[in-house]
């Protein structure tokens, strides 16, 4: 089946403008969740959602950065007033129903944002 | 404050040896752990994972070991294969929510 796609795959903005990343998750999966990979980092943790709950956004590091997800499917990261500091790769990732014993999260290819 | 840490950025084996991927934690309110393995321009696809109420769990190839008391885990590959050259994350699930912390990855490069 089809697993995690973003879009688009690689976007090169000017400082100061701003830009929207995309995911689709799985189908199905009620779980989505934002990372960022910094160049030579570790994958930072910035929002999670759960179903109709309200979205867990305590990795996210400024209020230029925020996220949507509309009918519990389709998630859209928005980074306001971009700075050289968000160049990373945005990966997102989707998961089943919590409580299945199912930890496992399904990545994308991530989108590689570069700020000039 | 990085609550999961992989103090090895690299790591190199020979083919059909051992590789030995480590990760330590600082928190205790961890209740479950996943390694993640990710090749180049692909997200990263999960290996294997352990409860912390589990102290190994196996799967073919790979043997994740978990010490409460050191808040330490490892991944084993054995024998280890060119296709597992990769970077290994590790992942801790906070308990309680279902919020992850991951390592900084370990780069594994199996030579032929």
């Known amino acids: 089946g089809a697993g995690v796609s973003q879009s688009p795959s690689n976007k090169v903005t000017e400082k100061g403008k701003d830009v929207e990343l995309r995911c689709d998750p799985i189908s199905g999966h009620t779980a989505l969740y934002w990372y960022r990979q910094s160049l030579g980092q570790g994958l930072e943790f910035l929002i999670y959602f759960q179903g109709n709950s309200a979205p867990d956004k305590s990795g996210l590091p400024s209020d230029r950065f925020s996220a949507e997800r509309t009918g519990g499917s389709v998630s859209t990261l928005t980074i306001q007033r971009t700075q050289q500091e968000d160049s990373a790769v945005y990966l997102c990732?989707?998961?089943?129903?919590?409580?299945?014993?199912?930890?496992?999260?399904?990545f994308g290819p991530g989108t590689r944002l570069t700020v000039t | 404050d990085q609550q999961v840490k992989q103090n090895s950025p690299s790591l190199s084996v020979q083919e059909g040896r051992i590789s030995i991927l480590n990760c330590d934690y600082t928190?205790?309110?961890?209740?479950?752990f996943l390694w993640y393995k990710k090749y180049p321009a692909e997200g990263p696809t999960f290996l294997i994972s352990i409860s912390s109420i589990k102290d190994k769990n196996e799967d073919g190839r790979f043997t994740v070991f978990l010490n409460k008391s050191a808040k330490h885990l490892s991944l084993h590959i054995v024998p280890s294969q060119p296709g597992d050259s990769a970077v290994y994350f590790c992942?801790?699930?906070?308990?309680?929510?279902?919020?992850?912390?991951f390592g900084t990855g370990t780069r594994l490069k199996v030579l032929a």
């Open positions: 992942a801790a699930k906070v308990s309680g929510t279902y919020k992850y912390i």
């Open positions: 990732a989707s998961s089943p129903q919590p409580g299945t014993g199912n930890y496992e999260q399904y």
């Open positions: 928190n205790s309110m961890f209740d479950y």
